[in-house]
């Protein structure tokens, strides 16, 4: 199992936790995808399961190597429980595929949103991915019963947000009363998603973006991969590993870059024959990939803004693309740039609800243009329109 990266501050809360032995029935793992939340669940699983913890290793942390650490390790402990949320149709042995891939890496994706197809990184869908009531009900009455073998029940529900009104009311009723040696780990990006009541049950613990530093050396020591391509990996990954596995993966990013230039380019121009292709062609990566292309955009903007501030020696994202970044500044002297970024952000929220892709890039692209030519825009949509649209 990986170690935890770069989350000195997070840890040092859960070893606290473990030395004094005063863990909390309920946690709640928030911050960015791809940070850390479930190696650092795992690794809290494994030291409440340890046979060696306060023996030979110190109270804080698992030996690793007892057969509990093992057993937890390869997500085989009959006490330790992993759930994440999942399409009706979803198959038992697509499920148990995510669960070996994350028991092989805490930082791989598993998540059916932005992965709908193991066997395909480049898949696409806009099936939702939800915890249902019924499901909820399954997690409370296996959590119900006392530990087979070790010392806790542990349950690791990943992305615990994605529950409906019914299914988070359900769950609510087993932290009210939670079973006796029974801890339940929570994580997702979204707290504010979350039911206020569910949130004040349980302990929260932020968990940061990765520096890309720690990332390039995850790349290049874990997964062998080439130094340059690492670091470039790093960058582009806004602070999560996950994130920079996956542009690995992607056999499309080139293109996608490609598109990205494209789009401001066309933007700039105002033209909204030549934008809608690009629009459309950009929507069809579908709902979450059009998320990722909107991360790449945000990047290019940011190398923007680096390059205005810095000039030539400018630590830029995009390397290879440094003579189209200095030309773009030299070229819109009068840019929002910061103003740029907020639509940029605004448009990657609106993805993620039912808004129509291309609409959204549509408008993204017009506000771009007004902001490129000095003129800033507050969002894309207002709350009533974007209700409007998602109708």
Known sequence: MPTVLAQDRALGVLRRALATDRVP????FHGPSGTGKRAAALML????ECQNRGRTVPADQ???????CTKVARLLHPDVKVYFPRPKDASTEDVTARLQRLASNPYAEV????RPS??????ASNKQALYSVDFTREIMREQRYAPAEGAYKVALLIDVDAMNQESANAFLKLLEEPPPRTVFIGTCERPDRLLPTILSRCQRLRFDPLPAVAIERALTEQHELDPQRAAFLARLADGSLTRALTLNES???GTQRALVVQFMRKAYSG???EILPIAEEVARLGRERVKGWLALLLTWVRDLVLVQAAGEGAPIVNVDQRDAVHKFVAFVPHARLDAMATLIE???ELAGRNVALPLVLNVLATALHDAMHGRQRAMLFTPLAESRQAM
């Open 25 to 28: 029935h309920a946690y709640l």
């Open 45 to 48: 699983a494994q030291a409440l």
């Open 62 to 68: 698992p030996c690793t190597q007892c057969l509990p």
């Open 111 to 114: 998540d059916y949103r932005r």
């Open 118 to 123: 193991l066997d395909d990184p480049q898949s």
């Open 251 to 253: 056999e499309e990013l």
């Open 271 to 273: 033209h909204p024959a």
């Open 346 to 348: 605004h448009a990657g």
